[in-house]
Nanobody
Framework: QVQLVESGGGLVQAGGSLRLSCAASGRTFSRYAMGWFRQAPGKEREFVAAVSWSGSGTDYADSVKGRFAISRDNAKNTVYLQVNSLKPEDTAVYYC????????????????????WGQGTQVAVSS
């Protein structure tokens, strides 16, 4: 069982940056692939970024490539999402997700592949 708690969201102006954090409970965090998803009002939840349990493999949605960076610190049971050059269309609730993974370099981009979810942190970008 893994519990996830996101933090770091807020209101920023376009072009600004935030660092989202997701703290996980559980002794086996280092064997969980992690992902970030987001859901804007009136829209479906969408994939943002993913990282393998070793940190060696990452994936990004096309809309955030070059602006967002996912990383993890297994010693701190935490995954991060650095969000830069924010745009109003990045406004959404950002969710952290975790799933057990056998392979060190495997990451997952589909929400159905994740077993555990956090409650989300709101990011609002003003123009």
């Amino acid at each position: 069982q893994v519990q996830l708690v996101e933090s770091g969201g807020g209101l920023v102006q376009a072009g600004g940056s935030l660092r989202l954090s997701c703290a996980a409970s559980g002794r086996t965090f280092s064997r969980y692939a992690m992902g970030w998803f987001r859901q804007a009002p009136g829209k479906e939840r969408e994939f943002v970024a993913a990282v393998s349990w070793s940190g060696s493999g990452t994936d990004y949605a096309d809309s955030v490539k070059g602006r967002f960076a996912i990383s993890r610190d297994n010693a701190k049971n935490t995954v991060y999402l650095q969000v830069n050059s924010l745009k109003p269309e990045d406004t959404a609730v950002y969710y952290c997700a975790a799933t057990p993974s056998v392979y060190s370099g495997t990451y997952y981009s589909r929400s159905s592949e994740y077993h555990y979810w956090g409650q989300g942190t709101q990011v609002a970008v003003s123009s």
